[in-house]
Every structure is written in C-alpha cells, then in structure tokens.
C-alpha cells in the first residue's frame, strides 16, 4: 500500500508563534468556516459582487479527474493507432510546472516521446519545431483563459508551421485544456480541434494542482486513477478534521504564518533535482498567493548553499522517500515533507493549496487576486502597439553605455546608482542590499544553453558575495508564475533584469510584430510596474554577439563586486 504523504516540523525559535496561529485557527473557527466556504476569511480587492464561491470551485476538482483523465488516456491511446510519435505540452503558466515534472522524473508517456514548450524566446520555439516531425505531434494547448499574449503567439505559430508541413487540416493535431467557455474553447471549437477539455471557471490556475497532476500522472503516464483519487480523499478528510494536531493543512498554516510574520519569510524550498518542478510549483502557489500589501513569504527554489545564510530564513524540504534528503538544519525554522510516491504528489498539492488559503486568512490577504498582476500586461500591450503602429519599438534612454552593455534605471533609483561607470553602477545597486535582503535574477536573455549556464552562474557569484538568497528567473515565463510575488510581497529586495538584442527572428502570424518583440515588450513592461511601485530594479541590455556581450557582462559583474567588498 502506498505510504500517505507526511511532514514533520522543526520550528526552531518560533514554537510559541505556530501555537498562537493554532489558537487563531481554533478559535475564529476557521477550518470548518473555510469548508462551508465562507468567503468572509478573506478581504477582496476588488467589488464584493465578483468575489464569488467559484473561486473555491477547485475544492471539487477530484469530483472530476477520473471523467478527465479518461478522456486524456483515450487521446494518448489513440497516438500509436494514428502514427503520433510525440507530445508537446504548450503552457507558460502554473500547468507547465506540473509537465515539466513529468519531463525531469523521466516518465513513461504511452511511448510517445514528451516535449514542454513555456518559452516564447525564437530559441526554444526553433529547438521544438526541428525536433519534432510536425505531422505525427499532439499539441497539447493549456491555458485557463488562452487571452495571454504569450499562449495566443505560440498557437497561431505552430497553427502556421503544422500548416506549412502539409497538413490538410492542422487543427487535427492540437488539444485545447482550458477552464469552461474561455476564449481558447471558443477558438478550439472554431477551429475544429481534435478535443477540447473543461475545467470549472473562477478560480486561479495554481490552486488547480489536482487537475494538472492527476490527469498528467493518470491520462498520459498510466498511472492508477483509483490510487491518485484515494490519495487526493485522504488528504481531504484529512484536512477537514477540528482537532488541529491531526490536520496537516492547519499545522502547515500555522508554520507558515509563522514564518511570514517573524522575519523568517526568506522560505527555501530544497528538493532533489527531478523534483525541482514541483519544488517551483509549491513556490508559485506560496509566493502568488501570500505576497500581497508588502507581505508574504517570498520562496527560493535554487540550490540551496551549504552554510545557509547568517540571518533569518527558513526552510522545507522535500522529498519522494525517506531518506532522499540530507538532514534539516539545526537551529532555523523548517520543515520536511515526505510525498511516498509519485501518484501522492496531486494528494501533496492539495493540502499546500488549502494550507496556503488558510495561512492567507491568518494573514489578512486574498490568495484568490493579484492586485499586482496586471499592470505590466497593460505596459507590455502598449509597447506591441507601439511596435505594430510605427514598425519600431518605443526607444528607451540608456542611463550609461558600455561596449555591448546599456544599463537603464528609473524613477527614484537614479538618484542612487552611480553614473561614473558601469561596474561603478552596478557596485552602488548592490550596497542597497540589507542582511535580511534578497535578489532576483530576471533572465530575459538568449535562450542558449551555455547562455543560461552563464547567466545562472553570475546569478550564483553575485548571492555568496551579498550574502543574501537570489533566485535565478527566466523570463517572461516567471511573469505568470511569479510575477504577482516580486511586485506585492515583502520590501528588500533588489532585481536585475537582462534583456538583449534577437539574434532570431520569428513572426507572429498575423500581429505586426515578432516573438523577439513580445519577449522585450514583456520585459519591460515587468520593468515599468516594478519601477512604478518603489522595487529597486535595474535592466541590462546586451546587444551583438553573445560571446562578447555575456563575457563583458561577467566582467563588469565581478568588478562592482569587488568594488562592494572594498567599501565594506
């Protein structure tokens, strides 16, 4: 019998704060308000009117999966018998975390070969198209609403290219999964695709992990339906119980408010490497949902360092078995999740969805709206308009160039950085870091290989010598994933974005304007909203070969830190 999930905590100094959040949860009698879906646990943000039950509807999700995940392993079924040899999984939001699990556990998917496609960087797109024999692939389309730039530009592009392959009638080949009279179903239907799967409409993406996983899990890897369900009951029954000792989403609530109001909301969430999708997934439920009014708990899935940090943070580790993991760390807030089993991982989100709910009532902040979200949309929306009406982007005033690098700051933060030269720059940014601090690497660079390592590993150098935790992001991805958490969360921390030049160009059908164009557009519309809200927030732009732009970049990076260590 497959062993239930389990946790245990090590809360280290915060022992009397788990149990004052306990007494709260028992006494405002919030479990059994938050399973009558008492809609008052939470402020809202916007009309009461559109503040609805629906956005609850995810608690229902397992009522539906077995139906869903028929319907997936009748379309995986079915790829052999028509001469399929692959499936690409096409999502830049919370759903692609969930196929990319799949992708890193190295899953068996009814010997179909599996590709995920999140990236709208001409790189990644032209690496899937020529590894795929576009007449025998099943798109899989996966978008709640499908009105996101990023989902709308890759459909109509791989719509074109399987066009162009020969195909009489492309839209054969493509699965829309979206929630119920989208505008995706609408084109879907339309366009008459090979199926179109529904879940209930309301309610945010990353509360529907049960959906994501199970039908993954169940529908393409042929994973037992019955196992997962019982998994997900459990855990639900489990979570409904009044005597809190007993439910883990209560002593996870409890944990987590804890540690969001105490000063340890540095959360490093550390895994085995295949598990680091899920490890993210957890992360953007956590970091979407609580960062909101300047609070919250802002998570780090990087490696974790070995000494950890000399100021407050704290920890969860996850793993698959017992003993996959090293010991917790003594003396820090932390916890360790056990999974048992890969059909427990739908089981395992779940409760972090409903602990994640009951933590945000604790703390005075809706899980189910982004405030924050919008604003860089609407930002990225009028420089496309920009591009499409004068055929040009809107120029932006560099604050300095050199070489192949222009560094642009804005609002405030001008006042502060140094205009001397560039590594002088980049050294007074990095002084405004604080001990308790933290650091963003917003990746929107050429999505090459040993670009990313490189990226990723200034991203590294620049965390051991602040000695702060810094989270490698790659854009625009992060956008739908995490963008909410870096605009409304906790004040401290500094964000450095790259952006370059395209040495790819690819068209968006029909839209005036390229994927190398949407990729910036994004960029610096993400860039605007941080700027416009007080996020101190810097953006270098490289320009001609990479080699030469990445090698100054590293260059000028290990000068401004040297500078730091000077000055200390």
């Known amino acids: 019998m497959l062993p239930s999930p389990s946790q245990r905590f090590q809360p280290g100094p915060l022992a009397a704060e788990i149990i004052r959040q306990l007494t709260q949860l028992h006494g405002n009698k919030i479990i059994s308000r938050f399973w009558r879906r008492d809609l008052s646990l939470w402020p809202t943000y916007r009309p009461k009117r559109e503040f609805t039950p629906q956005v609850l509807g995810w608690l229902n999700l397992a009522d539906n999966l077995e139906a869903s995940s028929e319907l997936i392993a ?32 190295g899953l068996r998917t009814r010997d179909a070969k599996f590709h995920v496609l999140s990236s709208v960087k001409p790189s990644a797109i032209n690496a899937l198209v020529t590894r795929l024999d576009l007449k025998r692939t099943l798109f899989l389309v996966v978008t709640k609403t499908g009105k996101n730039l990023e989902m709308h530009a890759l459909l109509l592009h791989l719509l074109a290219k399987t066009r162009s392959a020969g195909l009489v009638s492309p839209s054969r080949n493509f699965v829309a999964i979206t929630e119920e009279d989208s505008y995706l179903s609408a084109i879907a239907r339309e366009n008459h695709f090979r199926a179109v799967l529904t879940e209930p409409a309301g309610f945010r993406g990353r509360f529907s992990g049960v959906a994501h996983y199970g039908r993954l899990l169940s529908g393409l890897c042929e994973m037992d339906i019955h196992r997962i369900l019982a998994g997900v009951r459990e855990m639900r029954d489990r979570c409904m119980v009044e005597d809190l000792q007993q439910n883990p989403a209560a002593q996870l609530a409890a944990f987590l408010v804890a540690i969001a109001i105490t000063g340890f909301h540095r959360l490093f969430l550390r895994s085995a490497p295949q598990l680091s999708p899920f490890a993210e997934r957890v992360a953007h439920l956590l970091g979407g949902s609580t960062c909101k009014e300047e609070k919250g708990i802002v998570p780090f899935f990087e ?31 932390a916890m ?20 994640t709910s009951l933590a945000c009532s604790l703390l005075g902040v809706n899980p189910f709206e982004d405030p924050d979200f919008g604003e860089s949309r609407l930002a990225a929306g009028s420089y496309l308009e920009k591009i499409v009406v004068d055929g040009v982007p809107e120029a932006a005033n560099p604050r300095l160039v050199e070489g192949q690098l222009a560094l642009y700051v804005e609002r405030g933060l001008r006042h502060e950085i140094s205009s001397l030269s560039l590594d002088q720059a980049l050294a007074s940014f990095f002084s405004l870091v604080s001990p308790q601090g933290f650091f963003f690497l917003q990746n929107f660079a050429w999505n090459l290989p040993w670009v990313m390592k490189r990226t990723r590993s200034i991203g590294s150098r620049i965390s051991g010598q602040l000695g702060v935790p810094t989270q490698f992001l790659n854009g625009p991805s992060y956008l739908h994933i995490h963008g909410q958490c870096y605009k409304g969360g906790p004040r401290g921390g500094l964000a450095l974005m790259i952006t370059c030049d395209p040495i790819e ?51 000028v990076v290990a000068k401004a830190l040297k500078l730091v260590r000077r000055a200390k």
């Open 74 to 105: 009748r379309l995986a079924q079915s790829l052999e018998t028509e001469g399929f040899t692959d499936v690409a999984f096409l999502a830049v939001s919370s759903s692609s975390l969930a196929a990319e699990l799949v992708s890193s556990l």
């Open 303 to 333: 490696e974790f360092p070995a000494g950890g940090f000399q100021t407050g943070f704290s920890l969860c580790q996850m793993q698959l078995h017992q003993g996959d993991a090293p010991t917790l760390l003594p003396g820090i807030p």
């Open 336 to 355: 360790s999740i056990e999974i048992g089993g890969l059909e427990n991982i739908p089981a395992e989100i779940f409760k972090w969805e409903i602990a």
């Open 505 to 555: 160009r690819i068209e968006v059908p029909g839209a005036g304007y390229t994927f190398s164009d949407l990729a910036l557009a994004l960029a610096r519309g993400d860039f605007d909203a941080m700027a416009h809200r007080g996020r101190p927030a810097i953006r270098i732009h490289l320009s001609g070969a990479p080699e030469q732009a990445l090698t100054e970049l590293e260059t």
